[in-house]
């Protein structure tokens, strides 16, 4: 926060005595409830994390079926993202992440309730519609209020809210496990700890949707939308009145004077290149999947189940959540301070070679694990120190690059007439692979073994340097009115 304060300083420093400095208080103040929306995405994708043992015992489900009722909500998040990117552009940013808002509530209290898979699986689906929205509109309707000097860091803190979400429900699966006994014995109320461990999630959800009321629509959207009075009214409130008359003309002609935006604005319309999906597409989908290849979400998902299968108690395992959660945090810090500075590309690159590095010796520790009498892995002092060790640091690279500066570029890198379909299709890519990910991981716990599965991991960190390489561009300090198609 000290850094973006920083920026803001210099930012109203060349404007003193001018009318047309942005109201930097404001724009941090809207900014802070859109990420709201992150925090709950962290929220509700890990709050899964613990309860997994109380939904094989409530359910009877063996290991696809719990595979499934983990990996239910990522279907909904991939619906969610591509809807509410191509519905933002019709109904507008901020409706959309109210709409999330109510089914971020409804989800959290059917899943607690939930007396089948079935009817466990209905409630996550909406949930993840939610999560999947919240995951492009919040850094969406970030990027097209913030000024682009600190773009950059305030759309970090949507991450940090993402991994605060995840953090606190490390915790409070933590708190509400070690209080209970176990996730699967009763705490409050004759339920389940487990189920108490998704109902937690009501408070922030309802905070968040009442917060939205109090702040205004993007006004980008709105100049696409044609309503110039209600823009005029934002951006003054915004960037002050000096600014207005520039900041519209400057937006309206980034835009089709012709038509609305629409999916087709996604392809090529000039000479041979008719029909051609334009490259910008390509590195959107091609950022979106290469953040779920690498891993990350079998550590957020699957986290206590991992370290249990290579001997912790169900109690270490749950601190060492909490431990990747605070470590995840530090990271994004760091990338608050540096983000607006050297560039989204570098971070990208080293947090790809850290990755790959970090990946490669967890998958080394696994290899060399034993498996006792019952068919459980068991991990050496030795190389359980390493796998933790190099666990974290794996975290640290990813949070401290490829977590935010993903989100980052996806909600800035898109021209204003094509964002709201840049976003619904590399978000709906990122969830694809998210659920394939999540989805194949019990697999591979059983077929090719810890090893195996991280060894894949590995092989996709390192591709995803070429990516970055060959195929990523620079955004940083850019308007998004430069932003080329």
Excluded at 306 to 335: H, K, P, R, Y
Excluded at 397 to 406: D, K, L, V, Y
Excluded at 438 to 448: D, E, N, R, S, W
Aim: aromatic share 12%; charged share 10%.
């Amino acid at each position: 926060m000290q850094a973006i304060e920083n920026s803001a300083d210099g930012i109203q420093g060349v404007a003193q005595g001018r009318q047309d400095a942005p109201s930097l208080p404001f724009i941090i103040l809207i900014c802070g409830v859109a990420t709201i929306g992150g925090f709950l995405f962290g929220f509700d994708s890990g709050v899964i994390n613990g309860t997994v043992t109380g939904l094989q015992q409530a359910f009877a489900s063996d290991t696809a079926g719990t595979g499934f009722n983990v990996a239910s909500m990522l279907l909904g998040c991939a619906v969610g993202a591509f809807f509410a990117g191509r519905l933002a552009d019709r109904w507008g940013r901020k409706t959309l992440l109210l709409i999330s808002a109510v089914f971020f509530v409804v989800s959290a209290w059917g899943s607690g309730i939930a007396a089948s898979s079935p009817e466990f699986v209905f409630y996550r689906i909406l949930g993840g519609l939610a999560v999947g929205a919240a995951s492009v509109m919040s850094p969406a309707y970030i990027s097209e209020i913030a000024p682009a000097a600190i773009r950059g860091r305030l759309i970090t803190i949507n991450q940090i809210a993402i991994i605060s979400g995840l953090f606190a429900a490390f915790v409070s699966n933590y708190w509400l496990a070690n209080t209970a006994g176990s996730a699967i014995n009763e705490w409050w109320m004759g339920y389940n700890a487990w189920r108490w461990m998704f109902w937690i999630e009501i408070v922030p959800a309802t905070l968040f949707f009442l917060a939205l009321l109090l702040i205004p629509e993007s006004p980008r959207y709105l100049v696409l939308s044609k309503q110039t009075s209600r823009a005029t009214e934002v951006l003054r409130k915004l960037y002050g009145e000096a600014a207005v008359a520039g900041k519209l003309d400057s937006i309206r002609q980034s835009v089709a004077s012709d038509h609305r935006p629409r999916m087709a604005d996604l392809l090529e319309n000039t000479g041979n290149k008719v029909g051609k999906i334009r490259k910008i597409v390509w590195v959107g989908i091609g950022l979106a999947v290469f953040q779920q290849l690498v891993g990350i979400n079998v550590v957020f998902y699957y986290g206590a189940v991992l370290w249990q299968a290579v001997g912790f108690s169900e109690s270490d395992a749950l601190m060492i959540n909490i431990i990747s959660g605070g470590v995840s945090i530090a990271a994004c810090l760091i990338t608050m301070a540096l983000i607006d500075k050297i560039g989204r590309k570098p971070l990208l690159l080293v947090g790809s070679i850290g990755m790959a590095a970090t990946l490669g010796l967890v998958a080394f520790a696994f290899a060399n694990s034993s498996v006792d009498t019952n068919g459980n892995l068991q991990l050496s002092q030795s190389m359980g120190l390493l796998a933790l060790i190099a666990a974290n640091a794996y975290v640290f690279f990813f949070n401290g690059s490829w977590g935010p500066a993903m989100w980052t570029m996806l909600g800035e890198m898109f021209p204003n007439q094509m964002r709201g379909s840049g976003l619904a299709v590399s978000g709906l890519a990122q969830w694809v692979a998210n659920f394939a990910i999540t989805m194949t991981f019990p697999i591979m716990l059983v077929g090719i073994g810890l090893a195996g599965a991280y060894g894949i991991y590995t092989l996709f960190a390192l591709l995803s340097v070429a990516f970055v390489l060959y195929m990523v561009h620079e955004t940083k300090g850019l308007e998004l009115e430069q932003m080329k198609g």
